[in-house]
């Protein structure tokens, strides 16, 4: 099945700047932003809200079907702490956005994340374990790892996205 326009997933360990990244880059290119907590809260694709590590249980089902119709369709900015369950042929491209430690910690901090909650985002992000997921889960070659520490640097991985869309575009043009 072919695309008019291509699926992109932007993820990253929280903090990282999936959303800021997103949304700005929805705002630039006119792609759909697809935030994935929201979907899975408004479309209830869930088992519930786990107190402990303060986030929903995702079921994973339930949101893959709340997205499919979108995602066939193209042109979507998946943006999730996670990309090992969307299926390959989904997806063009995927952004895996790093950040330091002092960084992301600070980041965190300002949300109020509980101790727990802080120290295994920042075990997530110096032992990448996002980047080793989207590797194991696509193709090398679809997988790009950018920094995302300051607002010039947001500046610059925006421009390289949009960039590779203009390429796509063009590589996919009947
Ligand atoms: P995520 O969606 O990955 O959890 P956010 O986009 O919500 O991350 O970003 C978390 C915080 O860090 C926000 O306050 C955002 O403004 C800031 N931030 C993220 N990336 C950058 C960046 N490259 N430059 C400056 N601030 C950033
Ligand atoms: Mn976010």
Known sequence: MSRSLPNIIITGTPGTGKTS?????AERTGLRHISVNKV??????????DDEFQS?????DKLLDAIEEDAKQGG???DWHACDLFPKSWIDLVVVLRADTATLYDRLKARKYSEAKLQENMDSEIMEVLL???K???DEEIVVELQSVDTDGM???IERIEQWLDQWKKNNAS
């Open 21 to 25: 990244h997103s949304e700005l880059l």
């Open 40 to 49: 899975v809260k408004d479309k209830e694709c869930h088992e519930g809200w």
């Open 56 to 60: 929903w249980i995702v079921d994973e």
């Open 76 to 78: 979507c900015i998946i």
């Open 132 to 134: 080793q997921e989207a």
């Open 136 to 138: 194991e889960s696509y």
């Open 155 to 157: 500046e610059s991985n």
